[in-house]
């Protein structure tokens, strides 16, 4: 009997595929920015193998590292995207940019920007309505 638990074999056609759905990138996007077609975008996200030059070029077209589609969990809300800041043009020489891989629950973001735009809108609405005590005090 064994008692190590097995783990189960990586999909990594399945993780681009719900990588590239997170993040809202429709197939024929991510297949332009590949130079590729939409078909071909479909086959690889079906197969369980996807080469690691493949994999680098979709991961690079989505923003995010090869390791963050090969480690997409299950729940799918935490991603690793990696952000470079470039001051200069873009294609610029790899020593001119920073690259940072940042970890975040997405639910979390959107409630933490929803409640700066509801912050926002109050702002607004206190600030008019001090406006139209000012007009009708004149």
Do not use: W
Not at 3 to 28: F, N, S, W
Not at 66 to 85: D, P
Request: proline share 1%; net charge negative.
């Amino acid at each position: 009997m064994e008692t190590a638990a097995r783990k189960q074999p990586i999909h990594l056609g399945d993780h681009v595929r719900r990588m590239r759905t997170a993040l809202g990138v429709k197939q024929a996007a991510l297949a332009t920015e590949l130079g590729t077609t939409q078909q071909n975008i479909s086959r690889i996200e079906q197969e369980e193998e996807v080469d690691d030059m493949t994999l680098e070029r979709i991961a690079k077209a989505l923003g995010v590292t090869a390791e963050a589609i090969k480690n997409f969990t299950e729940e799918g809300t935490v991603f690793h995207i990696q952000n470079m800041h470039d001051h200069s043009s873009a294609g610029a020489g790899v020593g001119n940019c920073n690259q940072h891989t940042f970890n975040f629950n997405a639910v979390e973001k959107i409630i933490e920007l929803y409640d700066a735009l509801l912050k926002s809108e109050r702002e607004k609405v206190e600030l008019l309505e001090r406006l139209l005590k000012n007009q009708s005090a004149h």
